[in-house]
T-cell receptor, first 112, second 115 residues
């Protein structure tokens, strides 16, 4: 069966440290993988996209890696801040399709 | 970025009544509209996909007669929950999409509570 799993339901880290979130998928052939931030009671907001032929993408304090052999993406937030506290969702889209399949989400709490 | 307006942001209705949720793309034309549902502490689950002027395609397990989707224009889609029951209580989120877009834009979501 198809699955997208984000290994930690919740993650607490100290302010200033690097948060690393994991997304693993099974029985998908994604053309690209995306990460979204969702705050309570709000819709998701796009953060980063990485394509199947890319290994790493960066945007300010964010970094995403994509390993199609391991079927895994890692999402890093460096120099984390309390304002980074939110739920982070990975999502993927298969070749030829434009609908997104979402992971289970990781609720990140950055402790001051 | 793209601006999406979804309302109401929350609604409480009595069991057996119908509720309409509107989703507008304010600064772009959406050829496709995705409607998602999210239960507490769970991820977004795609309910249906609609293209402007066409009937919606529903995911397995989603009743098309219960969740009526209208996508009459490129900037407006509505989801009507008919004869709502408490188990329909959830967070409903729309995502209008332009052709060729890879990143998705979402509405603010509608918290539906059926009492």
């Amino acid at each position: 069966s198809q699955k997208i799993e984000q290994n930690s339901e919740a993650l607490n880290i100290q302010e200033g440290k690097t948060a690393t979130l994991t997304c693993n998928y099974t029985n998908y052939s994604p053309a690209y993988l995306q990460w979204y931030r969702q705050d309570p009671g709000r819709g998701p907001v796009f953060l980063l996209l990485i394509r199947e032929n890319e290994k790493e993408k960066r945007k300010e304090r964010l970094k995403v890696t994509f390993d199609t052999t391991l079927k895994q993406s890692l999402f890093h937030i460096t120099a984390s801040q309390p304002a980074d506290s939110a739920t982070y969702l990975c999502a993927l889209s298969q070749t030829g399709a434009n609908n997104l399949f979402f992971g289970t989400g990781t609720r990140l709490t950055v402790i001051p | 970025g793209a601006v999406v307006s979804q309302h109401p942001s929350w609604v409480i209705c009595k069991s057996g009544t119908s509720v309409k949720i509107e989703c507008r793309s304010l600064d772009f034309q959406a050829t496709t509209m995705f409607w998602y549902r999210q239960f507490p502490k769970q991820s977004l689950m795609l309910m249906a996909t609609s293209n402007e002027g066409s009937k919606a395609t529903y995911e397995q397990g989603v009743e098309k007669d219960k969740f009526l989707i209208n996508h009459a224009s490129l900037t407006l889609s509505t989801l009507t929950v008919t004869s709502a029951h408490p188990e329909d209580s959830s967070f409903y989120i729309c995502s209008p999409r332009r052709g060729g877009d890879t990143e998705a834009f979402f509405g603010q979501g509608t918290r539906l509570t059926v009492v």
